[in-house]
């Protein structure tokens, strides 16, 4: 999967919220907000091919959390980011 082009990460006070730059016929009528793991994992995989796995290994390498739970939880974001519309397979 790659993340859809024309959505920006941005940093408001402690808040990450993806938004939506020249993209034109988009039905964006609700803010996506992350968490500090989230941007960080949008940031890392922006523009580059990934999977589940590419995200789980990310997580595994920054925070202290084990290889299956990491696994679960990116699987759970990037089928969230992919409802949302700012990824796709």
């Known amino acids: 999967m790659k993340t859809v082009e024309g ?6 006070a402690k808040e990450y ?3 939506a730059e020249n993209i ?3 039905n964006f009528n609700k803010m996506i907000s ?9 940031s890392s ?11 789980a290994d990310l997580l595994v390498e920054r925070y202290e959390v084990d290889p299956e739970t990491a696994l ?5 974001i990037a089928q969230k980011w992919i409802e ?5 397979e």
Request: glycine fraction near 4%.
């Open 72 to 76: 679960k939880d990116s699987e759970v």
């Open 84 to 88: 949302a519309g700012i990824a796709a």
């Open 34 to 42: 992350l968490n500090e793991s989230a941007a960080y994992l949008w």
């Open 7 to 12: 959505f920006i990460l941005r940093s408001l």
């Open 17 to 19: 919220i993806i938004t």
């Open 24 to 26: 034109t016929n988009v």
């Open 45 to 55: 995989v922006q523009g580059k091919e990934f999977d589940a796995q590419t995200l």
